[in-house]
């Protein structure tokens, strides 16, 4: 097992996923790739790896990264705000590194862009295109494009349509002129699906799903560790591979915290959550929630497999309160960590006992 540090953490294992996106880099632009996994399955951390330790140190390429979470896009102003800046001709060609990055323009096109006295999309291809003329291979990623609801909920003034013509922007720049690789990463597959279908991407999309660690995986991490057999199997039995929490344990058992009683802690507050949901809801859907709940305690999974569109709406709602997880490749709904099982667990009993 091959275990660095990366970020100040550690970077437990992840040879596969980087070797795929390695080799992913190297081809032509074709498609646009979707990244998509449970909540913080490392999905960032491994794209931005690649990018640190592969992309960045070939000058041949040319990288934006566009980290969503840490902005607020509402409206057309603030999109263009968020993917572009207003800089000095000198400026419109730096090196682009992990974060927050900017696609430069000049200030009389810059503001003509917002004023919408010209296209957006089609000045970016224009300067795409100098960039490929020149040699570079361009990778543009966008991470947590869930961000971008905002403006895809909304109605009558356009904006909607704005993410609709950004993703068919993205597929100009990969399946039809193959100026740069596109990269949008994602925990919220339900919002995946409405854009996937409302755009028409099937055919210009792939997708690569970043999990959680295997039990393998994680036995050796935990035996590098120190813990014993025992704490190992009780680590997989309420954190599975979940890394942020793996990596939260560790640091409560080092700080002398009883293995035992901070796993159960964990495991009631995931309880909380969902106790806390389904206060939202009506009898019935309570009634309905816990043959889910038992199904996923049982398989692991509960299948979405000729499922009506109330329920599938239903569950969505669970999904994008990251408490479940949805694969839509898979059709199944998982829980988004295997806290949420021991979470579910302590429901189903509390719910027999009324």
């Known amino acids: ?39 913080s399955s490392g999905k960032t951390t491994v794209v931005a790896y690649v990018i640190d330790n ?3 140190k070939n000058k041949k390429f040319w990288i934006k990264y566009f980290n969503l979470r840490e902005t607020l896009i509402s409206s057309y102003e603030s999109f263009i705000d968020t993917f572009f800046v207003e800089v000095e001709k000198s400026e419109s060609e730096a090196v682009g590194k992990v974060g927050i990055n900017v696609f430069g323009f000049s200030g009389e096109i810059y503001q003509k862009i917002k004023k919408k006295q010209i296209n957006l999309f089609k000045t970016f291809i224009e300067e795409l295109e100098r960039l490929v003329k020149k040699k570079k291979r361009c990778v543009i990623v966008i991470d947590e494009i869930q961000k971008l609801r905002d403006i895809y909920i909304k109605n009558g003034n356009g904006e909607r349509e704005l993410l609709k013509e950004f993703l068919n922007f993205c597929v100009s720049l990969t399946k039809e002129r193959h100026l740069s690789h596109v990269v949008i990463l994602t925990s919220n597959t339900i919002f995946i699906e409405r854009i996937y279908n409302d755009a028409r991407l099937k055919e210009t999309s792939d ?3 970043i999990d959680h660690l295997k039990k393998e995986q994680v036995k050796e991490w935990l035996k590098i ?4 057999k025992k704490e190992i199997d009780l680590v997989w039995e309420y954190l ?16 002398g915290k009883n293995l035992k009683e901070f796993l159960e802690q964990e495991a009631w507050f995931a309880y909380t959550e969902i106790d806390e949901f389904l206060a939202e809801f009506k009898d019935e859907e309570v009634e309905y929630f816990k043959s889910v709940a038992e199904e996923i305690v049982e398989k ?6 000729g499922l009506k569109k109330d ?15 949805y694969d839509p490749l898979e059709l199944k709904i998982f829980p988004n960590s295997k806290i949420y099982v021991k979470g579910l667990e302590i429901f189903l009993k509390k719910y027999k006992e009324v």
């Open 54 to 56: 592969y992309l960045l």
């Open 1 to 39: 097992m091959r275990i660095e540090t990366y970020r100040r953490a550690p970077f437990v294992d992840r040879e596969e996923e980087v070797e795929f996106f390695v080799s992913w880099f190297q081809e032509v632009p074709q498609r646009i790739l979707w990244v998509y996994g449970p909540k």
């Open 300 to 305: 692991g999974y509960y299948s979405l497999e």
């Open 225 to 228: 560790e120190g813990l014993s």
């Open 207 to 209: 997708f690569v799903k």
């Open 311 to 325: 329920k599938r709406e239903f569950l969505a709602m669970w999904a994008e309160r990251e408490i479940l997880f």
């Open 240 to 255: 599975g591979g979940s890394i942020p929490r793996i990596l939260k344990v560790l640091s409560q058992v080092k700080n």
